[in-house]
């Protein structure tokens, strides 16, 4: 099984940068996904690593290194519509395409 | 683009009812999935299918079934609903290959 943990909460400032932390246990790691879910509102899809090292889209980063069992995902220029859940979700390759999520990071960005 | 629907956005139900949740999605997905959201505990897998009457259990399927008759359907049934499953319940769908997963709007189910 997996095991993902995320930290609960964070706030930021309108324009800053901030990064989500996700750390992971997995016997046989085959990808590492990011969603942001608003309030009351289904997660929506970030971005997808598989490989070591940084993707990049936009005002949005994610960071993997597998040997560390670790990633993060990185929000530049932050607006006030950033504020949200960020959902880490971990991908087993004996899985059959099922994703274990972690408990997600509510991110509260503030004027 | 990929649309995934929710019978419901939000549904009543009283202790002992059994309960149909449905979800249809329009992009001849292969996997579908079904996920329950509650504070402090995140998204966890009820079921999964993976094909047209192929169902397997997720980290949490007791009190629930499924159905897949059609591709583009999947159901939960809450056999006879208790308290505990007030919950958001959540669809999701994917293709062979793609690894994203696209959910539904949610359904917000409590149970009186």
């Known amino acids: 099984g997996q095991n993902i943990d995320q930290p609960t909460e964070m706030t930021a400032t309108e324009g800053a940068i901030v990064q989500i932390n996700c750390t992971y246990q997995t016997s046989g790691f085959n990808g590492l996904f990011w969603y942001q879910q608003h309030a009351g509102e289904a997660p929506t899809f970030l971005s997808y690593n598989v490989l070591d090292g940084l993707e990049e889209k936009g005002r949005f980063s994610s960071f993997l290194s597998r040997s560390k069992g670790y990633s993060y995902l990185l929000l530049k220029e932050l607006q006030m519509k950033d504020s949200a859940s960020y959902l880490c979700a971990v991908r087993d390759i004996s899985g059959n395409n099922r994703l274990a999520f972690g408990k997600g990071n509510q991110v509260v960005v503030i004027p | 683009d990929v649309k995934v629907t929710q019978s419901s956005r939000y549904l009543v139900k009283r202790t002992g009812e059994k309960v149909f949740l449905e979800c249809v999605q329009d992009m001849d997905h292969e996997n579908m999935f079904w996920y329950r959201q509650d504070p402090g505990l995140g998204l966890r897998l009820i079921y999964f299918?993976?094909?047209?009457?192929?169902?397997e259990k997720g980290d949490i399927p007791e009190g629930y079934s499924v159905s897949r008759e059609k591709k583009e359907r999947f159901s939960l049934i809450l056999e006879s609903a208790s308290t505990n499953q007030t919950s958001m319940y959540l669809c999701?769908?994917?293709?062979?290959?793609?690894?994203?997963?696209?959910f539904g709007p949610g359904t917000r189910l409590t149970v009186t």
């Open positions: 999701a769908s994917s293709g062979q290959g793609i690894y994203e997963q696209y």
């Open positions: 299918s993976y094909d047209v009457k192929m169902k």
